[in-house]
């Protein structure tokens, strides 16, 4: 049974950092796909960053230059570290996990986490 167990959200003023985790378990594929999504209230769910086992990084626009996707395959663990933090970036995270290589389209994916919340106030 695969399981993504998400950490590391909290509340930082505007310009501050955060570092979001995401521990995998069960997860039995070579090729695959990670990526951190984002829902804000009364919006819908947004990729942010996805990252496959083949190497290639995506990101949304709006986060370029400002949020790294990385993983540590050893460990089974996704982070995302999010850096220059606007209130904008304020909404609940969520980890997922699919085979094969995806993107950042929310129904790419199968495994979700509960997902860690994010508040960046001004």
């Known amino acids: 049974q695969v399981q993504l167990v998400e950490s590391g959200g909290g509340s930082v003023q505007a310009g501050g950092s955060l570092r979001l985790s995401c521990v995998a378990s069960?997860?039995?594929?070579?090729?695959?796909?990670m990526a951190w999504f984002r829902q804000a209230p009364g919006k819908e769910r947004e990729g942010v960053a996805a990252?496959?086992?083949?190497?290639?990084?995506t990101y949304v626009d709006s986060v370029k230059g400002r949020f790294t996707i990385s993983e540590d395959v050893a460990k089974r663990t996704l982070y995302l570290q999010m850096n220059s933090l606007k209130p904008e970036d304020t909404a609940m995270y969520y980890c997922?996990?699919?085979?094969?290589?995806?993107?950042?389209?929310?129904?790419?994916?199968?495994?979700w986490g509960q997902g860690t919340r994010v508040t960046v106030s001004s």
């Open positions: 997922a996990a699919g085979f094969g290589l995806r993107g950042t389209l929310s129904y790419e994916y199968a495994y």
């Open positions: 069960g997860y039995p594929a070579t090729v695959y796909s």
């Open positions: 990252i496959h086992s083949l190497g290639s990084i």
